[in-house]
């Protein structure tokens, strides 16, 4: 055989083995298929396309009972939790050595599990903690145990942590924020809607007394303790800012010394204050809603001891409730969990231990869970997808035609310096100071409370520590750090639950991975928030002053458009959740450029009858496949900055062009926007 014979061979050979290899990779993707059976296809795409797109999946998955919403976050984390109880059945039989990681493991889910102590006790193990309340003479003494209540993890009203200088990331400062009320957000005390009346009525009329009857009140001094309660809170809420006005990092950025913060409030001793807190030698302060703290001190002097005595035992009592007898858990459920969310039972109580350990202890669980569930191949093509998306949203910056050169610059700069942490820490926390036994499970989380008070407050006047996490490997969520200017995406939130990584076709991996989160998250470094910091995670103004005002105008327009959206009868806040779908239809946009480089979508070739435009489409919106109860809708809306999750697929993607092509959108289609008015950022 000839030289050319044999080549020509070889390459015949190669391409047969090669078309044999795709065909098996598409039989394998047609078998695996994550996205095309959730489909009601009854639904035209352009009406609505979330429920076309998982509307046969929530069909069949109702939302349980102790639910307030189901979707595929939830499935994964019942994944998460089987795993980890396996990981904490294995602790409790080891018989390991005292302050290893595995008997706090063992010994909490231990006392979590032990009913049997925990019915018995009542409230026994917050007798210590009741009496410190009731020592409460003056002034002084009050804001003393504001100090020590902060260190044990219950909310009091000096809402107080340490943290990166917005303007000086490489340096930890204390910061104080608005504080001190016992409803989710502020509005829940003035807004007239039937949802926050229902609430409002509840928490007055037959939350707080309970809760005070339980603290050991009787009927007539319970009733009188909520008045008063009510009355205090309410005032605090009047002066706390609204979701909205949260998100001007200048405006919450307010730094003073403690000179300045005595003027503030002179009622408070902040220096002695802050060293019964464990911080120490502190000069300056940054203060986020200085309105507040006014309101505060006004407070101090118009309620009597008596009155703050009673605000903190319900704090106090409302903090450790789950983790106390069946009579303080059941009626923190139903306030919180049923009234605000909808929830109809409780979750099992295993699952309701794990939740809390791994709260409190999540990344000694982390460093077990990635060994076993979490292989170095996936996180690879995690780490490749991060490189692809920064090309891509280069592209996309240089493409645009409303910034200018010298703010593009920048830009690019910032975006090359964005730092991926993916899967899991290089470097662990370090939790062999945290006792933990089998003793009242109550103390077992006020120990844990405690450690992490000590972590945080050990931090002030060191160096910025920019390895580590604020999320461990197992959560299914991810974030972007403006101070360090970081994209954070956990091993959890890569997970599709029923499938291998391996198995899913780039398409549907580029919509629910690339796009949803890690597009997502590094737009965040270029959102309302997160373009006002420099590419060191500095708060600076580093764009020229005529593209800040064109950013606003493109961000505007996003902010009528979500405006326009209701639900059950109340408008989602389209400036408070500009950031997210502003994050989002960034996400969706890059990561769609860079699927378009994909061997997948050159070949164009369909899976299931869909094209790979189609199932990219559909990749996205599984990341969002989740119903929500009426209760939880309606306060979401009022105390999250995060769209719901229908409209954060049916929002954007009115907004891209591909998605009209994809799905044949025409003009009389629901979710039809004329070409002008669409919206188009990055």
């Not at 047609?30 to 046969?56: C, I, L, Q, S």
Request: with cysteine; net charge neutral; aromatic share 12%.
């Amino acid at each position: 055989m000839n030289t050319k014979t044999q080549s020509l061979l070889v390459v015949c050979l190669s391409l047969l083995f090669a078309a044999c290899g795709q065909e098996d990779k598409t039989k394998t993707y047609e078998a695996n298929d994550a996205v095309a059976h959730n489909r009601d296809t009854t639904v035209k795409p352009g009406d609505d396309f979330f429920k076309y797109a998982n509307g046969a999946w929530l069909d069949k998955h109702p939302i349980p009972a102790a639910y307030s919403a189901w979707g595929i976050g939830n499935v994964v984390q019942e994944e998460l939790r089987d795993r980890m109880k396996k990981i904490n059945e294995d602790a409790l039989k080891a018989n390991a050595p005292k302050g290893s990681n595995t008997q706090k493991i063992g010994d909490f889910y231990f006392s979590g599990m032990d009913t049997v102590s925990i019915e018995k006790e009542g409230i026994t193990p917050l007798k210590d903690e009741l009496d410190k309340i009731d020592h409460i003479t003056d002034i002084k003494s009050l804001i003393d145990e504001f100090a020590h209540l902060h260190r044990i993890g219950v909310e009091q009203p000096i809402g107080v942590y340490v943290g990166q200088d917005a303007k000086n990331s490489a340096k930890m400062v204390l910061s104080l924020y608005q504080s001190g009320i016992g409803l989710p957000n502020r509005d829940y005390y003035f807004n007239k809607d039937e949802h926050s009346v229902t609430i409002r009525n509840d928490y007055q009329q037959t939350h707080l007394p309970t809760v005070f009857k339980l603290a050991g009140l009787d009927a007539g001094k319970a009733d009188a303790a909520t008045k008063k309660t009510y009355a205090l809170e309410t005032f605090l809420a009047d002066s706390s800012r609204k979701l909205e006005d949260l998100r001007d990092p200048y405006h919450n950025y307010n730094k003073m010394t403690l000179a300045g913060l005595g003027k503030l409030a002179p009622e408070i001793d902040w220096k002695a204050t802050f060293e019964k807190m464990d911080y120490k030698n502190v000069d300056t302060v940054i203060v986020g809603q200085p309105e507040y703290y006014r309101a505060l001190n006004k407070t101090l002097k118009t309620y009597s001891i008596d009155d703050w005595k009673n605000y903190l035992r319900k704090n106090l009592v409302s903090a450790f409730s789950a983790y106390l007898s069946k009579p303080f858990d059941e009626e923190n459920f139903r306030f919180y969990n049923k009234v605000i969310y909808g929830s109809t039972a409780q979750l099992p109580r295993w699952k309701r231990v794990l939740d809390t350990e791994n709260g409190l202890m999540g990344e000694v669980l982390g460093q077990i869970f990635v060994k076993e569930y979490f292989p170095e191949k996936t996180k690879q093509r995690y780490v490749k997808l991060v490189e692809e998306m920064r090309a891509s949203f280069k592209e996309h910056i240089e493409k645009l035609d409303w910034m200018s050169p010298e703010t593009k610059e920048k830009a690019y700069y910032k975006l090359a310096k964005v730092v991926p942490k993916v899967g899991y820490p290089d470097k662990w926390k370090d939790f062999s100071t945290l006792e933990i036994n089998r003793g009242p499970y109550a103390l077992n989380v006020l120990r844990g409370n405690i450690w992490w008070h000590n972590f945080n407050a050990s931090k002030l006047g060191k160096p910025v520590d920019r390895t580590e996490w604020d999320i461990t490997p197992q959560t299914y969520n991810a974030y972007y750090n403006p101070s360090n200017n970081e994209i954070v995406l956990p091993a959890g939130i890569f997970a599709i639950p029923g499938f291998k990584d391996e198995n899913i076709d780039d398409a549907v991996i580029y919509g629910y991975a690339a796009a949803s989160t890690i597009g997502h998250e590094m737009t965040h470094g270029f959102d309302d928030q997160g373009r006002q910091f420099d590419a060191e995670g500095n708060l600076k103004a580093w764009w020229k002053p005529q593209d800040s005002v064109k950013f606003s105008q493109r961000a505007q327009m996003l902010i009528d458009q979500f405006n326009g959206y209701s639900v059950y009868g109340s408008h989602v806040n389209g400036k408070a959740t500009q950031g997210e779908n502003i994050a989002d239809l960034g996400g969706i946009v890059i990561g769609l450029d860079a699927f378009k480089k994909t061997q997948q979508y050159k070949e164009g070739k369909p899976i299931n009858g869909l094209t790979p435009l189609q199932r990219y489409f559909l990749g996205y919106s599984l990341g969002w496949l989740t119903q929500d109860r009426k209760e939880a809708l309606l306060s979401q809306i009022l105390t999250n900055e995060h769209s719901p999750a229908f409209l954060r697929v049916n929002g954007p993607f009115a907004d891209v062009p591909e998605f009209y092509e994809a799905f044949h959108i025409k003009q009389g289609d629901k979710m039809w926007i004329a070409p002008e008015k669409r919206v188009k950022i990055w």
